[in-house]
């Protein structure tokens, strides 16, 4: 089963606004991370946040993070058109098998 | 501009064939990763190298699925035979550090089995 679960599964805005999705795991983490695949490419890695962390910053991105919901949430600020993409959050855990395990992702469209 | 490189970008197959697929990782990532994606079941680790040897392969199907780095700069991932099962899209990663750190991909390989 998907350790980390997207939240919605596709999400559609105009250009400018913000844009959240929401990942919630199952059992304690090492680390989360939210990796971007534009249709047809790999995935590019975008941000990682620890377990002892509650919030990063990179760019137009904002990730945080609660562990004892076991969530995260990705906010992308003033969304470009150039956004539109799937994003997948993936869990590393702390004990168990020693991978990165990828949620089913949130399908993004901006609108121009 | 370091990227990984995988070939073929794009293979139809007959079932019962062999496939092989090709990853080169970026210089000096010593931890590769073998993924496939498909609609149903989403991002799947099928194996991953550590300075060549393989270190968790127990996403793989044994019987029909190999992997391996003869080199450095060269994965491969082998389906023998292939079924239509196996069409997907398959991905390699790599990076310096391990499985738990942050990961560069590949373009992938689309796979059809028809």
């Known amino acids: 089963s998907q350790q980390g679960e997207e939240d919605p599964q596709a999400l559609s805005i105009q250009e400018g606004e913000n844009a959240t999705m929401n990942c919630s795991y199952k059992t304690s983490i090492n680390n989360l991370q939210w990796y971007r695949q534009n249709s047809g490419r790999g995935l590019v890695h975008l941000i990682l946040i620890r377990s002892n962390e509650r919030e990063k910053h990179s760019g137009r991105l904002r990730v945080t993070l609660d562990t004892s919901k076991k969530s995260s949430s990705l906010l992308i600020t003033a969304s470009r058109a150039a956004d539109t993409a799937s994003y997948f959050c993936?869990?590393?855990?702390?004990?168990?098998?020693?991978?990165?395990?990828f949620g089913s992702g949130t399908r993004l469209q901006v609108q121009p | 501009d370091a990227r990984v490189t995988q070939t073929p970008r794009h293979k139809v197959t007959e079932m019962g064939q062999e496939v092989t697929m090709r990853c080169q990782p970026i210089l000096g990532h010593n931890t590769v990763f073998w993924y496939r994606q498909t609609m149903m079941q989403g991002l799947e680790l099928l194996a991953y190298?550590?300075?060549?040897?393989?270190?968790?392969d127990s996403g793989m199907p044994k019987d029909r699925f190999s992997a391996e780095m003869p080199d450095a700069t060269l994965a491969t991932l082998k389906i023998q035979p292939s079924e239509p099962r196996d069409s997907a899209v398959y991905f390699c990663a790599g990076n310096a550090g391990g499985p738990l750190d942050e990961q560069y991909f590949g373009p992938g390989t689309r796979l059809t089995v028809t």
């Open positions: 190298f550590r300075n060549r040897a393989p270190l968790d």
């Open positions: 993936a869990t590393a855990r702390d004990t168990g098998r020693r991978a990165l395990t």
